[in-house]
């Protein structure tokens, strides 16, 4: 084990606005927001703001997944939230989600506005609105929200636990790395079991359970996140490797993906989603070559 800090935490925790941490400019111990800004807002009556994180993904996999299911009350438009600018704080955002966290939606379909956070209440208010990837079989429900809730409370332990600290922590401290890693491993043997007798997380249907869990564990499996596969050895969960790359080759995920994606590989952006449309000629391409560059 490598060696323990001395520190010792005083009577009264104080804030330390820098402690040097990636995110610790957007870090605050007080709720609420910091600024005056209206949310935009565009033709369709779903309105997402938010960033292609595993959590934003979720959504975006899920309203393309609806609309290439037919459902075409599913059109949304899709607005870019930059969480390392702060735009978590602005007045309009916290309106819609006042623990300033994407993703956030507004719901303009039946009249009067109707705000969603959370990405699971999200994707629950989605499946019963068009009354789609849920399980066919209504005796399988508790399974479903077993696993949509198991994806909420687990997925905290695999970014803010392990991530961060083998990621983005100023310096390694194997305490942490160990004891997230342990129960990293052992969410992925959870799954990895249960995938192993069953296609899908609840069955045979392709549901919200595998659309909130993909963008997470689907990700560590591929290296896609924190670069840690080697580390976790993601490659000997069989099972959750199979399912994962079954889903990665889903049309509807892959245009998922990249909608508010404003980081990594130039072909996988797209900033903001209007129109389907908007999948051909990506919004970013429209924007002068100076304000991409800003
Ligand atoms: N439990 C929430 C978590 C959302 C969340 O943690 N969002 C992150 C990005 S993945 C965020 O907006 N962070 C900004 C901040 O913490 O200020 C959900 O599932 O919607």
Request: aromatic share 6%; charged share 35%; net charge negative.
């Given at each position: 084990m490598s060696e323990a800090s001395n520190y010792e935490p005083p009577k009264v925790w104080k804030w330390?606005?820098?402690?040097?941490?990636?995110f610790a400019n957007i870090n605050r111990p007080i709720s609420g927001s910091t600024h005056e800004k209206d949310l935009p807002v565009g033709k369709h009556p779903l309105q997402l703001y938010s960033l292609a994180t595993p959590n934003g993904v979720k959504i975006t996999v899920l309203l393309e997944e609806l609309l290439a299911a037919?459902?075409?009350?599913?059109e949304y438009d899709a607005w870019l939230v930059n969480i390392l600018e702060g735009d978590q704080f602005g007045s309009g955002f916290v309106g819609a989600n006042p623990n300033s966290k994407i993703p956030a939606l507004m719901d303009y379909s039946s009249g009067e506005p109707i705000r969603i956070f959370e990405s699971g209440a999200i994707l629950l208010h989605l499946a019963e609105k068009f009354n789609?990837?849920?399980?066919?079989?209504?005796?399988?429900r508790p399974e479903l929200l077993s696993w949509l809730f198991w994806q909420m409370g687990s997925a905290p332990y695999l970014g803010g636990g392990f991530g961060h600290f083998y990621a983005y922590a100023p310096f390694k401290i194997q305490y942490c790395i160990d004891r997230f890693a342990m129960e990293v491993k052992r969410q992925l043997d959870v799954l990895d079991k249960r995938l192993a007798d069953n296609r899908y997380l609840v069955g045979e249907d392709y549901t919200i359970a595998d659309i909130a869990v993909w963008p997470w564990y689907g990700a560590l499996v591929q290296n896609?996140?924190?670069?840690?596969a080697e580390f976790l050895d993601t490659s000997s969960y069989t099972h959750l490797n199979r399912w994962t790359d079954e889903i990665a080759a889903r049309p509807a995920v892959i245009r998922g993906r990249k909608v508010?994606?404003?980081?990594?590989?130039l072909e996988e952006q797209?900033?903001?989603?209007?129109?389907?449309s908007d999948f051909e000629?990506?919004?970013?391409?429209?924007?002068a070559p100076e304000e991409e560059a800003g």
């Open positions: 330390e606005e820098e402690n040097g941490g990636r037919g459902h075409s009350g599913a789609a990837f849920l399980p066919t079989d209504p005796a399988k896609k996140v924190y670069d840690a508010n994606r404003s980081f990594g590989p797209l900033h903001e989603r209007h129109d389907a000629l990506r919004t970013q391409d429209k924007l």
